[in-house]
Each structure stands twice: as C-alpha cells, then as structure tokens.
C-alpha cells in the first residue's frame, strides 16, 4: 500500500509543479504526524506553498462595470481566502466584475492591458490638433474603452462623436500650449 501511495506521488510530481506540493503532503501523511523534531522551516515552506497572486479590490466596483488598474493592487492571498474571477467581455475586450466587489476582495490576476482606461460616465476632453492650432470640447463617455480602443463620447449639445482613447499625458506645471515665460 505504502508503495503504491510513493508510486502516485511521484506521477503527480512529474505532471505538474503545483501537484509536487501534493506529493509532499501525501509522503507526509504516509509516513504519519509530524515529529516533535520538526523545524519551523518546514512549517513555514508549507504555508508558503498555500498562498497565489491575487488582486485585492481598493475600492467598491458594482456587478457588470469595466475594472481599471486604479481599482486593484498586487497581493498574496491565502489557501482560503475567497478569490472571484472577473468576466472577460468580448466586445470590449475589457474585465469586468462578476459581482458586486467591496474594498478588499480579492479577484485573481488579470492582464494590465485588459483593464478599461475610461468608464462609462467619466467625463473626457475631445481635444482635434493640426500644426498650432489645437480646438478642444467636453462630453461624457458613453461606453468603456481601452487605450487606443474608439470610444463613443456625448457631447454638450446632443451629438455623438467616436473618437480613440489616448493615454492622459504625462502632468507637468507648463501647459503643453506655451512655453516658459510666455501666457498660454
């Protein structure tokens, strides 16, 4: 019997890396409880094992609304912590939540460039330049979108205009539209 427990344990260790740390654990239980000699080294090695990469939520995100990189951070979640996984949309191509999220919950890892760069509602600057001349409106964005992705934007007096996503640029005291010393 012990012999076919070392047998299985070694399969799973050689089909995957995280099975391996099952095989520790099924060694272990065959070999009984852990002695009073045992390090806490080896203690520890064990949780380790526990923890996985997650993303803890900063701030409330409703059922159904794009997550932007500003809404999570990087963490280590523990073996029970409850992690949610985040709905990919394909017409977007963005993430969104599976449910409401609360600051703290945890959601497994996602890519960065899956996550939206404006919501619907946010409210954004159509800004058209050609050589010195730069012609600027306001509207509110009537969908989510990504860097680089059209978003639809209405505007003040009714219109609808598709225009791409551009990145903020970079914050700096000088307005992009003057130069030091002079009034914009």
């Known amino acids: 019997m012990r012999l076919r427990a070392l047998a299985c344990a070694a399969l799973m260790a050689l089909a995957s890396p995280l099975a391996a740390s099952a095989a520790v654990k099924v060694s272990s239980a065959v070999a009984g409880p852990a002695s009073a000699d045992s390090t806490p080294e080896e203690i520890h090695d064990h949780a380790a094992v526990a923890e996985r ?40 191509g963005l993430v969104r939540a599976p449910v409401d999220l609360a600051a703290g919950d945890a959601i497994a890892p996602v890519a960065e ?14 800004i058209y330049r050609d050589g010195p001349i730069a012609i600027s409106r306001n509207g509110v964005a009537a969908r989510d979108a990504k860097a680089g992705a059209p978003v639809r934007v209405a505007m003040g007096d009714g219109a609808i205009v598709t225009a791409p996503v551009s990145p903020p640029p970079p914050s700096s005291s000088t307005p992009s539209s003057s130069l030091a010393g002079e009034t914009p």
């Open 53 to 92: 990469a997650c993303l803890r939520v900063l701030r409330p995100v409703a059922r159904g609304q794009a997550l932007r990189a500003a809404d999570v951070r990087f963490d280590r979640c523990g073996a029970d912590t409850l992690v949610q996984r985040a709905h990919y949309d394909r017409d977007s």
């Open 113 to 126: 460039s899956l996550f939206a760069d404006v919501r619907q509602g946010d409210k954004l600057a159509l």
